[in-house]
């Protein structure tokens, strides 16, 4: 597939939804601004960072956790990550969620504890259609590109998705929205 290294730029995702108060969104595995570590790619095993998150406003009652690359070529970007229905007692996980090919399988048919290790949290499928966190992977030779990790504070426990764990990633966040009362990001970006 030939990339166009003229197509726009697209905007910060989180810019152009309504704005709401930001909170503080921390990984010992990553820097804001700067190159994931090898491990959060797809050539370094798809491993996720760390993630600790505070300052989040009181009437929180339950998290969601996504990451997102605009900058895919392809209608809509690409959807890396997505775990729903984070209870508000969890404030950090740790990293080491992978996504192979048999784990993968066996999440289709068996209901396993969600990727961050919450059993009460959601994994959701990501653009690929798997659960679970799908490092990045960028085509080679394109510009950087950029890996929005994002916990929205939602004011709802659980989130009523359309179609449950299937619910596609779009309509995942854009349930979200309107339950949205605050949002930690944190930006890494991967080049090959």
């Known amino acids: 597939?030939?990339?166009?290294?003229?197509?726009?730029?697209?905007?910060?995702?989180y810019?152009?939804?309504?704005?709401?108060?930001?909170?503080?969104?921390?990984s010992d595995d990553m820097t804001n601004g700067k190159p994931?570590?090898?491990e959060q790619t797809a050539d370094g095993g798809s491993i996720s960072p760390q993630l600790t998150w505070s300052g989040y406003p009181p009437q929180?009652?339950?998290?969601?956790?996504?990451?997102y690359d605009p900058d895919a070529p392809?209608?809509?970007?690409?959807?890396?990550?997505?775990?729903?229905?984070?209870?508000?007692?969890?404030?950090?996980?740790?990293?080491?969620?992978?996504?192979?090919?048999?784990?993968?399988?066996?999440?289709?048919?068996?209901?396993?504890?969600?990727?961050?290790?919450?059993?009460e949290a959601i994994d959701l499928p990501n653009s690929a259609g798997l659960p679970g966190f799908m490092g990045a992977a960028p085509p080679k030779g394109d510009r950087a590109h950029r890996y929005?990790?994002?916990?929205?504070?939602?004011?709802?426990a659980h989130l009523e998705l359309p179609h449950g764990r299937?619910?596609?990633?779009?309509?995942?966040?854009a349930t979200?929205?309107?339950y949205t009362i605050a949002r930690g990001v944190l930006m890494g970006t991967f080049q090959r």
């Open 15 to 26: 810019s152009i939804l309504p704005p709401v108060p930001a909170f503080s969104l921390v």
């Open 176 to 178: 979200a929205i309107p």
């Open 166 to 173: 299937k619910t596609a990633p779009a309509l995942v966040s």
């Open 1 to 13: 597939m030939a990339i166009d290294p003229k197509r726009p730029v697209a905007p910060d995702p």
């Open 74 to 119: 392809r209608e809509g970007g690409f959807w890396h990550w997505l775990v729903a229905d984070i209870p508000v007692t969890v404030t950090s996980i740790p990293s080491g969620s992978a996504i192979g090919r048999i784990k993968a399988l066996a999440n289709r048919f068996f209901r396993p504890p969600s990727s961050i290790g919450v059993p």
């Open 36 to 38: 994931l570590a090898l």
């Open 60 to 67: 929180t009652q339950s998290f969601l956790l996504t990451c």
């Open 148 to 156: 929005f990790f994002a916990i929205q504070a939602l004011e709802v």
